[in-house]
């Protein structure tokens, strides 16, 4: 979040003149730097709520109620959407926002937190039933309640960068849980073969697809070609130390969305080899950390709410990284906790306050030679024979 203010800082007067400039807004120079400040605070406050103030007894005990009112808020936004409401607000054709005054908040993202304190219930409940795999028990509700999501999603709202997070966080948790191999499988091809049919029958997306094609044969640059190639360029040029804060060519309006998809390359541009690389080893460092706290969870449950919330992070962290070097096609997707914008940073926030909490609460195997006077200075998050009560 540090790194992401030092960014937002440098680049947001300029990428105000280019709003200004193009759009005839009013922002002033400090407004994206203010605003990024505003969410960095409240993702604070959320994190430090799910770690500290929320037990998560009690957000197990709402997981139906909470994805009920999350995919409502998304039909809403879909209705509000349809009718030309001003409380939705659209960009590039897509209405991805509630428009709130000032504030806009975005449903998807509550929607991502929903599925995957639900599905952690929902999967550890079928577990202990002994009905992982059964069509009507397991598969028939699962099917309904990933189906609805997604829709909602990359149909109603045109969002295909947050439907590979979901569609990461849903087939993480099923391989934790114990599903049959076949039906995994099985269920995982059905699912890739619906996205790339989602993906051929989308215009903007296919375009998006030659795009990345065009870049990697080394075709003429073009219209479609212009993202991929400014934000490689971007990262070269910043070479192994980089050109330093405030000295971003790319964000005084070549690189669209410099400081929301983009940041990873602007980042590049700014730190060099070095800052992108001390980046991922952050990322990486936080990703296995969270595979540590699932591998001595005891309880199944949190154990799936941990891997859920690792998928959630890894796809966004992995993807974004790989649209921004030419890896894969352009895909609209945030990079956690560094781009810029509120709904996506709070509840990413509040679901890593969760594992943190979570990680109070794990256990160990003691060598029985071990001296326990040993272990007087390791801190309550590991223990020896029993399990702390939430």
Known sequence: MAAGLIVIYAIGPMRANVLNSTYGTDYGSNDFFFGQLRSVILS?????????????????????????????????????ANTGSSLAKCELGECRWFNLGGFSFQPAEALKIALVIYLADFLARKKEENVIGKWKEFWLPLLIVCGISLFLVVIAQGDLGTGVAIISIIFGMLLIAGVPAKQYLLMLAIVLAVAVGSVATSSHRMERVYAWLDTLSGAASSDSTYHIENAMLAIGTGGFFGVGVGNSVQATGYLPESINDSVFAIMGETFGFLGLFAIIAVFGAMLLRMLKVADHTTAQDERLLVVGVFAWTLAQVVVNIMAMTGLVPVTGITLPLLSYGGTSMIFIAFAIGLVLQLSCYTSREVNKNEDISSRRGIRGTHHSSRRRSA
């Open 44 to 80: 604070l406050v959320a994190f430090f709520a799910a770690f500290k103030l929320i037990p998560y007894k009690y957000v197990k005990r709402f997981a139906k109620p909470i994805l009920i009112v999350s995919l409502l808020l998304s039909v809403l936004l879909w209705i509000l």
